[in-house]
């Protein structure tokens, strides 16, 4: 079988019609992260065209749900590269701890099904103690997977199943002290009341979604990689003014600043992508 190769017509009605039916804007993505998507789809139906494909989809509801999880790569993991939360741990949470801060607000921006949101609570909360960290600490994450913002408000994973590929309980394992934090039950790890208080989840866009302010900590780990570069610089901007003074804008590890961000942030730790407002 042979698929389109060039972004043809058919590509870009396609792209604008999931635009319109699936409440989900397809112009953030570049070109070629999305016809390889579609592609796993047309390869799914045996099928060669995206005319084709489309006279599928609109009428197949079940289909329309697909796509849009297959768009919105939700992979994520508990302590997910671990440099990076040896850095938060030791370094980074410490200061902000150290600076007095009555209000501190951390945002796990495309938080997925939650994991990243519940791996900071848990180290906050080691170092703030519960009673410190229920009156100082708000994380929140969003997401504009609604399906991963119910599970992550569950706060239940389960070692068997879960977006990660590792078992949950090895996930969990790089923090020693985890189980202080979670129920165990029969393969499944429920985070407890303290840690559930903290952590909040919302639907959220970071492209259309009202814009946020006062964070000291921003995490946007592995969600624009598929961004085209005109969004990415107005996002990394929005997230700029959306940081105190002194915050920091933690990216994924293989993602780095461009455009007007590059000149306003300053480099923190480069090599783990946070960088300084
Ligand atoms: C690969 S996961 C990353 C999860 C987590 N940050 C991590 O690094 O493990 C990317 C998430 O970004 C979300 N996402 C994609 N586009 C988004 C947008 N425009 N606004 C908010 N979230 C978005 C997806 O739904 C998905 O859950």
Redesign the pocket.
């Known amino acids: 079988m042979t698929i389109e190769k060039t972004y043809s017509k058919d590509f870009h009605e396609l792209k604008e019609n999931i635009t319109k039916i699936l409440d989900f804007?397809s112009f953030?993505y570049n070109d070629s992260y999305l016809a390889r998507r579609f592609k796993s789809r047309l390869n799914h139906f045996k099928i060669d065209t995206y005319h084709e494909y489309w006279g599928l989809l609109k009428e197949d509801l079940e289909e329309q749900q697909k796509l849009r999880k297959e768009l919105?790569?939700?992979?994520?993991?508990f302590f997910?590269?671990h440099t990076t939360f040896n850095t938060l741990q030791n370094e980074v949470i410490p200061e902000v701890i150290n600076q007095n801060n009555d209000n501190i607000r951390i945002w796990?921006?495309?938080?997925?099904?939650g994991?990243?949101a519940y791996s900071i609570a848990m180290l906050f909360i080691e170092k703030m103690g519960e009673q410190q960290a229920k009156r100082k600490l708000k994380i929140i994450g969003?997401?504009?997977?609604k399906d991963?913002l119910e599970y992550a408000r569950k706060g239940t994973y389960s070692g068997k199943s879960g977006y990660g590929q590792m078992d949950v309980g090895d996930q969990l394992g790089y923090f020693k002290s985890y189980k202080k934090y979670v129920d165990i039950n029969d393969g499944s790890y429920t985070f407890k009341p303290a840690v559930r208080e903290i952590v909040n989840f919302e639907f959220?866009?970071?492209?259309?979604?009202r814009k946020k302010s006062n964070f000291d900590i921003i995490?946007?780990?592995?969600?624009?990689i598929y961004?085209n570069r005109e969004l990415k610089n107005t996002l990394y901007m929005d997230f700029y003014n959306a940081l105190k003074p002194g915050g920091k804008l933690i990216l994924?590890k293989s993602e780095t600043l461009l455009g007007d961000a590059m000149q306003q942030f300053k480099k923190y730790k480069p090599v783990e992508r946070i960088y300084l407002k």
Not at 204 to 209: A, E, K, M
């Open positions: 804007n953030q919105t790569v939700n992979v994520t993991e997910r590269d796990s921006a495309g938080s997925s099904d994991r990243e969003t997401d504009i997977d991963c959220h866009d970071l492209i259309s979604g995490f946007c780990r592995n969600v624009v961004f994924g």
